[in-house]
């Protein structure tokens, strides 16, 4: 896993260049030594931004001054520390910088799956998402056609924009981030999502509307996402990689059923109870909204939160889409615009599903 930080220190000068320094941390294997090491390095001055990756166990630090004092300052821990390369920012590392165009990647399931994808490949470092503009900036060694060849299979059409040596702008800026408050943020999505789930997949049932239990698998679509990403701290790329399959597995099996409901009732026919479909749907609607005020504070807290943000603003336009159908339900006495909407929303869990799978 990588994560980024940065330290409030003194700006590096001419007189004192900066430098990306990589420490290999042999013992540093989970959340709790990651932290020790944060506030080990705290105190040290000339610290502009630190990035961590448990996976690979290295901390890469930008800064000033002689690297030797991290070293001094990781020793107490007995994590077993060292130096692995110090250079000068921009020159002798070999980082490149690749923007991608990523046309289909439009919410945090895809932006997961290209998090697990990218996170075993040798050289690569940071990942900069931006959903809204479809866009993926990657910083690593080697050939920007490895990366597009990671991506290939899974369909979303990677495109490269343009790929360039490493220069500053390559560190992220510091952010005055609150790690917990963000969780707890996360934490509230998550139960929304998954007593939605619950409550639409019920009502869905005894109200006879594919559109309510359609709109319940997208509900655990996003529960899916959360579960992941919280699960996903300080684990392992084959641990998170499991873990998205077992999910995958799971909105594929609820999207087929809903898919073999809609077929059911469009062939044996149906009575969708349209004031429960527009009630249980506003219900979701309000949860929905709810979450977006929830996370709006902090949807520029990183590209995560700005995903789950516009995530929980595609939800709120399927459920109206399900309040609307309930409401065609009601004016034409037919149960078509519930099949449709059920039909539309199954179709797009199971795709999100069939990505998850492609996984390697």
């Known amino acids: 896993m990588n994560t980024d930080t940065g330290f409030t220190q003194e700006p590096s000068t001419a007189a004192t260049p900066r430098r990306a320094s990589i420490l290999h941390v042999p013992k540093m294997d989970c959340p709790s030594e990651e932290s020790l090491v944060r506030m080990a390095l705290e105190p040290v001055r000339g610290i502009r931004a630190v990035k961590f990756d448990l996976n690979e166990r290295t901390v890469t630090i930008d800064h000033a001054g002689d690297a030797q004092m991290f070293l001094d300052a990781l020793l107490p821990l007995n994590l077993g520390a ?168 799971l909105q594929v099996i609820l999207a087929l059923g809903a898919l073999g409901e809609v077929l059911h009732r469009g062939v044996t026919g149906s009575e969708p109870e349209s004031v429960a479909m527009m009630g249980i749907g506003a219900v979701a609607l309000v949860a929905n909204v709810i979450c977006l005020m929830l996370i709006a504070r902090k949807r520029h807290h990183g590209a995560h939160m700005k995903a789950s943000y516009i995530f929980s603003a595609n939800d709120v336009i399927a459920n109206l889409g399900v309040v609307i159908a309930g409401a065609l339900v009601t004016w034409t006495g037919s149960p078509y615009p519930d099949l449709m909407v059920g039909f539309v929303i199954s179709l797009i869990v199971l795709i999100g599903a069939r990505r998850i799978l492609r996984l390697q």
């Open 82 to 249: 060292q130096l692995r390369e110090s250079v000068p920012i921009g020159t002798a590392q070999g980082n490149v910088v690749t923007t991608l165009l990523i046309p289909k990647m439009d919410c945090p399931s895809e932006e997961n799956l290209i998090r697990m994808v990218l996170g075993g490949v040798a050289g690569v470092g940071s990942l900069d998402f931006d959903l809204a503009a479809h866009t993926l900036r990657v910083t690593h060694q080697g050939n920007a056609q490895t990366i597009l060849a990671r991506l290939a299979p899974f369909g979303l059409g990677a495109q490269l924009i343009n790929s360039k040596p490493a220069t500053d702008s390559a560190w992220p800026e510091n952010e005055a981030v609150d790690d917990a408050s963000e969780a707890r943020t996360l934490r509230w999505l998550l139960a929304i999502n998954g007593l939605m789930f619950l409550v639409e997949m019920v009502w869905g049932v005894l109200a006879e509307s594919t559109g309510l239990i359609a709109d319940s698998l997208d509900m655990f679509a996003d529960a899916a996402v959360y579960i992941l990403a919280l699960y996903a701290v300080g684990r392992s790329v084959a641990l998170k990689r499991r873990a998205a399959h077992l999910a995958g597995w």
